[in-house]
Structures are given as structure tokens and as C-alpha cells.
């Protein structure tokens, strides 16, 4: 049995015990540990007295991951990300930035769903948690829908589906763990991320108001509010958008020259600045200790997930699936195009049974490469590309897709995190109601994603723009 064989037995494995409840980090940690084994014994021609041999590589192997992956100055982002937006909430200024796109956009049909997804919008630009968004959310948006008459099932819909607005919209763990799987630069993704997650929320307030007009009193408008009412709501939301600016001016110096400091740094200093605007808002130490505890909780859940499905990639790379994958792709007799919608619908799939991160862990390690192969490597100029663009680019670009893919992981069933998320906040609300409600949402995406394949320099103008990839 050769090594491939062994790849796609265990892989196959790992698979089912997802599908039947394991978690994805366990599931992966175990599979991947089992694989090293057999793999190292199969190079011993099954020798009973290698056994010992085999398992003890395999645990000195796997047993390396959690350290050498994880001790990363990049990924210190994710906690520090994390903690921004739960130091935000606490603080008041989630309220406060609810508030303000209450008055300035209540007006419209669908007016307080409407304010929901740009607010959440808002929010994620200091949050870097999709499923941190929707439990804020479900506290401040459901209650002032439900108010208004909306329906419980839609109210629910909206939190959970623009809760993930975070996935893109910078400062994204997600698009770390993306960066740090491929080893592209940090910073570039997280901007990468501004206009896609922008373009994502405008798509998302179309769709309501397009509800809110072809349904009767599907969502009332909000009215009353005068334009000096509507100019007092924005102090209380300029600190959030004070924090955003200082980490962009940090990591990417639009006035020219090198940046003043690293996005690990930047999300360092927005975490401070954060927590000196929440102590003066009058936070204490209650507050404060949650808004760490919730932090830490998160954190370790994403790194988790992280260590144990990396165990599982360091077992691909022994079992050479990466490569062969790869070679079958660029092998294909179609356009590579059309080959990369078909790997985007295969993660709308994957979505239905495994959360964002894990799914992105599991795939990119194999897919990543197959598709800069089918674009023409890493290094391929623009003019020598299948897409039209260099490899760096080209990484990016999928990045951004794939990305955007994971996010309809948080809203598909039976999965769906944000949902449950939502659910459990509420208890007033069942987790079917909220999948009955987000539905409406995958048209959006879907329209989203096609924007972004269709036209790629929605993608890319920031980038080619500050940092001239």
C-alpha cells in the first residue's frame, strides 16, 4: 500500500468522524497522529519490532506542531483582535455605534435590519471574531427589531448572517490563520479584506430593503429622528472608527515610506487604545475580567482547532496529497476557471458539516497549491497567468474567495456556529428559527461571491494601490 493510499484511507477517516460529531480539532489531532504511525511503520515493511519505532517518530512529529505552530508573532493577532472587540462591547460603544446607524438609517424600509448589517459592520472592523459579532448583536439589535414588530425568525437571521462581516472586514482571524497556512504577508491580506467585507454589507442592506418593499410590514421603517438627533449619535460611535484609523495608519503609513510597525503591533496598540477609552468611559474591573475571560475562552477554541488540525496537515505532507492533488488539477481538461467555481462550491459543501476554521485548515494545505498551479505558480507574472494576474495576487485574490466561502460555514445547517451562537443568546429563539431566517442571506453571498470572481479588482484595488503588489 503505498503512501498515497494511506493519505486517502485516513482522510476518508477523518472525514467520517466529523460527519459524526467529533470535533475537528480532535478528529484531526487523532487521524493525523494514526496516519505518521502507519506511514512510518509502512516505510518498515510492517515489521512488528518497528512498531515502537513508528509510534515514537510519530509522537515526536506530531508533538512538535502545537509549540512550533503556534509560538507565531503572527498569530498573537488573533487574541489581541479578539480582545478589541469584546473591550469595545463592554465599554459601551457597540450600543453606541448601534445607536447612531439606528438614526441615520432607520428610515429606510427595513430600516433597523438595515442598521444592524452596517453597524455589525462596523463593529467587525475592531472585532476579529465572526461569532463574538453575533452573540454582541443578538444582545443589542433583536431586542429593538422584536420592538418594532419584525419577525423573531428575520431579526435572528439578520444578527447571525452579518455577524459575518468579521470574517472580511479587518482585523479577521480568519484571514491570519489564511495568511499563515500559505505564507503570504499578513498585512496585505487584512487589507485585501476592507472593500470585499464593505461590498458584502452594502449586498446584504439591498437585500433587506428589497424584502422590506415586496413584503408588508416585513420591516417598518424607523422614523423621528431629526438631523441634530442624528449628528449627537456620532461622538459615541468616532471612537471605533478612531481605533480603525490608527491601526491602518500603523501597519500600511499612507503618508509613504515603511510602515511604522507590524500588524501584530497594531493590533497590540488598537487593544490599548481600546481598553484606555473603555476605562474612561467608566468601565471596571468586572467588566474588564470578563471581556478577558471571553477573550481567552475564544482564543484557546481557535488555537485548539489550529494545533490539532495541523498534527492532521503535517500527516498530508508525508502522504504527498497536496502534490497529487495538485497535478490532478492542472491535469483537468476545462478552463481553470471554471475549475476554481467547482473547488468554491466543493467548500459550500464542506460548509454544511465543518466550522470556518477547521475547513480552512483542512483544505488549503491541498488546495492552495492546485490552484496557484492552475493560475501558474507562485511567481507567474500577470501577463503569463490563467487569471490575469501575478502569484501574489493571484493568492490573494483566492484568499479573499475562500474566505468568504468559510462564512457561509457560520450560517449553513446543520453546522452553522453563528447560528447556534444566536440561539443560545436568545433563548427565546430556536436554532431552526435562526436558519429559517439567514436563508434569504445565501442569495446575497452567493451574489457577493460572483461579484468578487467576476471582478477581480474589487479584491485587489487597496493592495495594488498602498502596496503595489
Same mark, same amino acid.
Given at each position: 500500500?503505498?503512501?498515497?493510499?494511506?493519505?486517502?484511507?485516513?482522510?476518508?477517516?477523518?472525514?467520517?468522524?466529523?460527519?459524526?460529531?467529533?470535533?475537528?480539532?480532535? /478528529?484531526?489531532? +487523532?487521524?493525523?497522529?494514526?496516519?505518521?504511525?502507519?506511514?512510518?511503520?509502512?516505510?518498515?515493511?510492517?515489521? $512488528?519490532?518497528?512498531?515502537?519505532?513508528?509510534?515514537?517518530?510519530?509522537?515526536?512529529?506530531?508533538?512538535?506542531?502545537?509549540?512550533?505552530?503556534?509560538?507565531?508573532?503572527?498569530?498573537?493577532?488573533?487574541?489581541?483582535?479578539?480582545?478589541?472587540?469584546?473591550? /469595545?462591547?463592554?465599554?459601551?460603544?457597540?450600543?453606541?455605534?448601534?445607536?447612531?446607524?439606528?438614526?441615520?438609517?432607520?428610515?429606510?424600509?427595513?430600516?433597523?435590519?438595515?442598521?444592524?448589517?452596517?453597524?455589525?459592520?462596523?463593529?467587525?472592523?475592531?472585532?476579529?471574531?465572526?461569532?463574538?459579532?453575533? /452573540?454582541?448583536?443578538?444582545?443589542?439589535?433583536?431586542?429593538?427589531?422584536?420592538?418594532?414588530?419584525?419577525?423573531?425568525?428575520?431579526?435572528?437571521?439578520?444578527?447571525?448572517?452579518? !455577524?459575518?462581516?468579521?470574517?472580511?472586514?479587518?482585523?479577521?482571524?480568519?484571514?491570519?490563520?489564511?495568511?499563515?497556512?500559505? @505564507?503570504?504577508?499578513? !498585512?496585505?491580506?487584512?487589507?485585501?479584506?476592507?472593500?470585499?467585507?464593505?461590498?458584502?454589507?452594502?449586498?446584504?442592506?439591498?437585500?433587506?430593503?428589497?424584502?422590506?418593499?415586496?413584503?408588508?410590514?416585513? !420591516?417598518? $421603517?424607523?422614523?423621528?429622528?431629526?438631523?441634530?438627533?442624528?449628528?449627537?449619535?456620532?461622538?459615541?460611535?468616532?471612537?471605533?472608527?478612531?481605533?480603525?484609523?490608527?491601526?491602518?495608519?500603523?501597519?500600511?503609513?499612507?503618508?509613504?515610506?515603511?510602515?511604522?510597525?507590524?500588524?501584530? @503591533?497594531?493590533?497590540?496598540?488598537?487593544?490599548?487604545?481600546? +481598553?484606555?477609552?473603555?476605562?474612561?468611559?467608566?468601565?471596571?474591573?468586572?467588566?474588564?475580567?470578563?471581556?478577558?475571560?471571553?477573550?481567552?475562552?475564544?482564543?484557546?477554541?481557535?488555537?485548539?482547532?489550529?494545533?490539532?488540525?495541523?498534527?492532521?496537515?503535517?500527516?498530508?505532507?508525508?502522504?504527498?496529497?497536496?502534490?497529487?492533488?495538485?497535478?490532478?488539477?492542472?491535469?483537468?481538461?476545462?478552463?481553470?476557471?471554471?475549475?476554481?467555481?467547482?473547488?468554491?462550491?466543493?467548500?459550500?459543501?464542506?460548509?454544511?458539516?465543518?466550522?470556518?476554521?477547521?475547513?480552512?485548515?483542512?483544505?488549503? $494545505?491541498?488546495?492552495?497549491?492546485?490552484?496557484?498551479?492552475?493560475?501558474?505558480?507562485?511567481?507567474?507574472?500577470?501577463?503569463?497567468?490563467?487569471?490575469?494576474?501575478?502569484?501574489?495576487?493571484?493568492?490573494?485574490?483566492?484568499?479573499?474567495?475562500?474566505?468568504?466561502?468559510?462564512?457561509?460555514?457560520?450560517?449553513?445547517?446543520?453546522?452553522?456556529?453563528?447560528?447556534?451562537?444566536?440561539? !443560545?443568546?436568545?433563548?427565546?429563539?430556536?436554532?431552526?428559527?435562526?436558519?429559517?431566517?439567514?436563508?434569504?442571506?445565501?442569495?446575497?453571498?452567493?451574489?457577493?461571491?460572483?461579484?468578487?470572481? /467576476?471582478?477581480?479588482?474589487?479584491? +485587489?484595488?487597496?493592495?495594488?494601490?498602498?502596496?503595489?503588489?
Amino acid at each position: 500500500m503505498t503512501s498515497i493510499d494511506i493519505g486517502l484511507i485516513v482522510s476518508g477517516f477523518m472525514l467520517f468522524m466529523v460527519l459524526i460529531g467529533v470535533r475537528v480539532a480532535f /478528529a484531526a489531532a +487523532l487521524t493525523g497522529l494514526t496516519g505518521l504511525i502507519w506511514i512510518f511503520w509502512a516505510k518498515k515493511g510492517y515489521d $512488528p519490532t518497528e512498531f515502537m519505532w513508528a509510534l515514537t517518530v510519530a509522537v515526536k512529529t506530531a508533538g512538535q506542531v502545537p509549540h512550533s505552530k503556534i509560538a507565531s508573532q503572527a498569530l498573537s493577532l488573533i487574541p489581541t483582535f479578539i480582545l478589541i472587540g469584546y473591550l /469595545a462591547y463592554y465599554a459601551g460603544l457597540t450600543k453606541a455605534l448601534f445607536e447612531a446607524a439606528k438614526r441615520w438609517l432607520g428610515w429606510l424600509p427595513g430600516g433597523l435590519a438595515v442598521s444592524t448589517v452596517f453597524a455589525t459592520a462596523g463593529f467587525a472592523a475592531v472585532s476579529g471574531a465572526s461569532v463574538a459579532t453575533a /452573540a454582541v448583536f443578538a444582545r443589542i439589535a433583536i431586542p429593538e427589531m422584536l420592538a418594532q414588530g419584525y419577525d423573531k425568525r428575520f431579526a435572528a437571521g439578520v444578527v447571525a448572517a452579518a !455577524g459575518t462581516l468579521a470574517s472580511l472586514i479587518p482585523p479577521s482571524a480568519i484571514l491570519v490563520i489564511y495568511a499563515i497556512i500559505v @505564507e503570504q504577508d499578513v !498585512g496585505r491580506l487584512l487589507l485585501a479584506g476592507f472593500i470585499p467585507g464593505a461590498f458584502s454589507a452594502v449586498i446584504y442592506g439591498l437585500l433587506v430593503v428589497g424584502l422590506a418593499l415586496v413584503f408588508k410590514d416585513f !420591516g417598518p $421603517p424607523v422614523g423621528g429622528f431629526t438631523w441634530k438627533q442624528r449628528f449627537q449619535s456620532l461622538p459615541g460611535a468616532f471612537p471605533i472608527f478612531f481605533v480603525v484609523a490608527i491601526i491602518i495608519f500603523f501597519i500600511y503609513n499612507p503618508f509613504g515610506g515603511d510602515a511604522w510597525g507590524t500588524p501584530t @503591533e497594531g493590533g497590540a496598540l488598537g487593544a490599548f487604545v481600546v +481598553l484606555i477609552i473603555a476605562l474612561a468611559k467608566g468601565m471596571r474591573w468586572k467588566q474588564l475580567k470578563e471581556a478577558l475571560m471571553e477573550t481567552a475562552k475564544l482564543t484557546v477554541m481557535i488555537f485548539t482547532i489550529i494545533w490539532g488540525v495541523l498534527i492532521y496537515v503535517r500527516f498530508l505532507g508525508f502522504a504527498d496529497l497536496p502534490g497529487v492533488f495538485s497535478d490532478w488539477i492542472t491535469s483537468l481538461d476545462q478552463s481553470p476557471m471554471l475549475t476554481l467555481v467547482y473547488i468554491l462550491l466543493a467548500y459550500a459543501v464542506l460548509g454544511m458539516f465543518m466550522d470556518a476554521i477547521g475547513m480552512l485548515l483542512l483544505t488549503l $494545505p491541498v488546495v492552495y497549491p492546485a490552484v496557484m498551479a492552475l493560475n501558474g505558480g507562485e511567481f507567474v507574472s500577470a501577463a503569463d497567468s490563467a487569471f490575469g494576474m501575478s502569484g501574489t495576487a493571484c493568492a490573494i485574490w483566492f484568499g479573499i474567495l475562500v474566505v468568504k466561502m468559510a462564512e457561509l460555514c457560520l450560517i449553513t445547517p446543520p453546522i452553522g456556529l453563528n447560528c447556534f451562537v444566536v440561539a !443560545g443568546v436568545r433563548p427565546d429563539i430556536t436554532v431552526q428559527q435562526v436558519f429559517w431566517g439567514v436563508t434569504p442571506f445565501f442569495v446575497a453571498d452567493a451574489l457577493t461571491i460572483a461579484g468578487l470572481v /467576476a471582478f477581480p479588482g474589487i479584491v +485587489l484595488y487597496l493592495p495594488r494601490l498602498l502596496l503595489g503588489i
